[in-house]
């Protein structure tokens, strides 16, 4: 059995301590990785401390250079590192899958390569000039979730490391073998210390977040965590980027063709078996529809086979781990026994082995129950029927989230006005979860701090700097 390891200043690193990985599709176990000390984050950030000493004195071009090189290593174990997602991750090889994921993480190299924070005339008259710079923060502590864990960390990786950052990151304790892997082989072209890792759990993410080292925090997961990221980062007052989950809700407007966008609201609702924070995860339609939209969308499950992301067919995966499978399925539990709700699973060729479990459409549930109110993330989705518009936005907009949210018609400009009175931080028209490494994505209320992507996602990863001259 293989065993992976950290690295900390360019050099594979082993403890006394190792953690077995096993497949959420069969049990199989498929390798393990050695976890981290509090000694060795120590060391992890004290050593991309010294390395943004000479990193941040290069210019956004020969930096850039850096990251095109990260995407071409990418793109050369592109395979590799898919099969390695499916077989840890669970997610299939295929569809929006483990190779979808790669792409985006090749992508979301790319892109921040192409863009420049130019300087900005903030200011000037006839007695004085004033500059508004862009320069790097320091070290980045960056954690990562399991439920897309390569492509969220080229999330925090790149844009900190294209603006002069230096970088300590730390997987998910459920999905770091993976993220090993890919960290070795972007240290295959970076000078030593830029990129760090750690592995393990919570306690050794508390100690790197709270470092006295650390200028900035990025985090994606819980709100929990995240709460517990801020209290951590008083120690040092670091800047935050936190995308904190969504519980998305999505509204279609009184007598859509459901024919027309089944499709679309079933993977804007189990791309990734739901297992993604900007997921469609409430449905709210017009009590007059809710048959339709039942129909519509049980149908168009059935085009899809779930099972072993190594199979070609499969198309839907397990849950990634047996914590988020027994919550799923508690979750499900508390709709068995509300007797005005109804479930609907269409795929009845499900496997018995591993973390599976069927996609499921609930209705008769409204917001104040437990499936509705609680971020499911699995393969569950409640749909509720509202009596008018007005109804549909207050309910969508009723809990203390606001990550993502989607509207879906063919009044442009119905979809508009609901669009703008939706509490989130995106709101997509006919489609949901379609974020782009262009285009800034964050969320509001206690869905997070900050931005990513983008020209406003590299600011997120710099201090201001005004330069005034006198004349």
Not at 32 to 60: F, G, M, N
Not at 113 to 132: C, G, H, V, W
Not at 316 to 328: A, C, E, H, R, T
Request: hydrophobic fraction near 40%; proline fraction near 4%.
């Amino acid at each position: 059995m293989k065993k992976y390891s950290y690295i900390i200043n360019g050099v594979q690193k082993t403890s006394n301590q190792l953690a077995e990985v096993k497949n959420p599709a069969n049990s199989e176990t498929i390798g393990s990785y050695y976890v981290s000390t509090i000694d060795d984050v120590e060391e992890a950030v004290d050593t991309a401390k010294k390395a943004q000493i000479k990193w941040r004195l290069l210019s956004q071009e020969e930096r850039d250079h850096y990251m095109l090189k990260i995407a071409d290593v990418l793109t050369e174990n592109k395979a590799y590192l898919a099969e390695l997602i499916t077989k840890e991750q669970g997610k299939p090889l295929n569809g929006p899958g483990s190779n979808f994921e790669m792409d985006a993480c090749i992508g979301w190299t790319q892109v921040p390569a192409s863009l420049q924070l130019e300087d900005e005339l903030i200011f000037e008259d006839e007695t004085r000039k004033d500059i508004l710079k862009r320069i790097p923060i320091g070290v980045v502590a960056a954690i990562t979730p399991w439920n897309w864990p390569l492509m969220i960390a080229i999330w925090q990786i790149i844009p900190s490391l294209k603006m002069g950052n230096t970088v300590v990151i730390k997987p998910s304790e459920y999905t770091t073998i993976a993220s090993l892997e890919m960290f070795r082989l972007i240290n295959t072209v970076l000078p030593e210390g830029v990129l760090n890792c750690v592995t393990g759990d919570g306690k050794i993410g508390a100690h790197l977040t709270s470092h006295k080292m650390i200028g900035k925090i990025m985090f994606t997961g819980s709100i929990a965590t995240g709460k517990r990221i801020i209290e951590a980062s008083t120690h040092n007052m670091a800047r935050l980027t936190l995308e904190c989950g969504g519980n998305d809700a999505g509204i279609v407007l009184p007598n859509t063709d459901f024919d027309q966008i089944a499709e679309g609201l079933f993977w804007g609702s189990f791309l990734n078996m739901g297992q993604t924070c900007a997921a469609l995860k409430r449905l709210y339609v017009h009590e007059d529809d809710l048959d339709a939209a039942v129909h519509a969308l049980t149908e168009v499950t059935k085009k899809f086979k779930m099972g072993d992301g190594l199979n070609e067919e499969s198309l839907l995966g397990p849950i990634q781990n047996k914590m988020q499978f027994d919550k799923v399925n508690d979750l499900i539990v508390t709709v068995q026994n509300n007797p005005h709700a109804k479930l609907y699973i269409p795929i009845a060729d499900v496997p018995t082995e591993g973390y599976f479990i069927p996609i499921t459409y609930v209705t008769g549930v409204k917001n104040g129950d437990t499936i509705v109110d609680e971020e499911q993330f699995g393969p569950v989705l409640p749909i509720i029927t509202y009596q008018t518009i007005e109804e549909a936005i207050e309910k969508a907009n009723a809990l203390e989230i606001g990550l993502g949210a989607s509207v879906w018609g063919t009044d442009s400009d119905q979809l508009e006005e609901i669009a703008l009175q939706l509490e989130a931080g995106t709101v997509w028209q006919n489609q949901h979860g379609a974020i782009h490494p262009f285009v800034p994505f964050g969320g509001v209320k206690q869905s997070g701090y900050g931005v990513e992507f983008g020209i406003e996602g590299l600011k997120a990863v710099t201090l201001p700097k005004v330069i005034s001259y006198k004349k």
